[in-house]
T-cell receptor
C-alpha cells in the first residue's frame, strides 16, 4: 500500500544543474500534480496532469517541465536549477473530486 | 483569483483546552474545501472534504464545518499528539484540478 512515492528525499544541486524529481502512485489515479512549499507560504501548484499524455501549468510553472507517459508516473524536471528553486516539493494524486494524497516530499537545496 | 486565509498563524493550547481554527476563502464556485494535517518533515495528510454550506464532518477530536465564506476546524479536548500544522485548501469548479492552499495554522498542545 505505497500510495504516492517520491524520490529522492533530499537533494543538493549547484546553480545551473538539471535534475528530475521522481513521483509514482499505485492507486490508478487520473490526476497528478506537483506543489512546492516555502516558509511562510502555502503550497503552490507547479504543474498538473489530468491523465496520461495531458499536462498543464499551475501557478508557478517557470523553470520546470513535466511529462506523463503512464498513469503511474509524473516526473518533474528542473531545467537549470536556480537558488530560488530551493524548496520542498510534493507530488500528489487524486480522483477528480476526491481526496488528494501527497507524497513525503523532496527537500531540494540549490547552492 | 482563488484565495485562502487561515487564522491564527500559530496557536498554543493546554491539553484539554478546546478551540477553533479559521479558514476564510474566496473562490469562483467551490468544488470542495479540504483540511489537511502536516507533521514536520512529512507530506500533508488528508482529514476532511466539505462540499456545501452547512456540511459538517467529524473525526475523533476534530470537527470541520463550512459556510459560504469560511470553514472552521474545531478541536475538542486536544491531546499533545494533535500538535501539527493544519492546512486548509479549496478546489474551484471549472478550473485547474489543483488545490489553492492557505498558509496553515501551527498548533501546539502542551501537556
Amino acid at each position: 500500500n505505497a500510495g504516492v512515492t517520491q524520490t529522492p528525499k533530499f537533494q543538493v544541486l549547484k546553480t545551473g544543474q538539471s535534475m528530475t524529481l521522481q513521483c509514482a502512485q499505485d492507486m490508478n489515479h487520473e490526476y497528478m500534480s506537483w506543489y512546492r512549499q516555502d516558509p511562510g507560504m502555502g503550497l503552490r501548484l507547479i504543474h498538473y496532469s489530468v491523465g496520461a499524455g495531458i499536462t498543464d501549468q499551475g501557478e508557478v510553472p517557470n523553470g520546470y517541465n513535466v511529462s506523463r507517459s503512464t498513469t503511474e508516473d509524473f516526473p518533474l524536471r528542473l531545467l537549470s536549477a536556480a537558488p530560488s528553486q530551493t524548496s520542498v516539493y510534493f507530488c500528489a494524486s487524486s480522483y477528480s473530486q476526491g481526496r488528494t494524497f501527497f507524497g513525503q516530499g523532496t527537500r531540494l537545496t540549490v547552492v | 483569483e482563488d484565495q485562502v486565509t487561515q487564522s491564527p498563524e500559530a496557536l498554543r493550547l493546554q491539553e484539554g483546552e478546546s478551540s477553533s481554527l479559521n479558514c476564510s476563502y474566496t473562490v469562483s464556485g467551490l468544488r470542495g474545501l479540504f483540511w489537511y494535517r502536516q507533521d514536520p518533515g512529512k507530506g500533508p495528510e488528508f482529514l476532511f472534504t466539505l462540499y456545501s454550506a452547512g456540511e459538517e464532518k467529524e473525526k475523533e477530536r476534530l470537527k470541520a464545518t463550512l459556510t459560504k465564506k469560511e470553514s472552521f476546524l474545531h478541536i475538542t479536548a486536544p491531546k499533545p499528539e494533535d500538535s501539527a500544522t493544519y492546512l486548509c485548501a479549496v478546489q474551484a469548479r471549472g478550473g485547474a484540478d489543483g488545490l489553492t492552499f492557505g498558509k496553515g495554522t501551527h498548533l501546539i498542545i502542551q501537556p
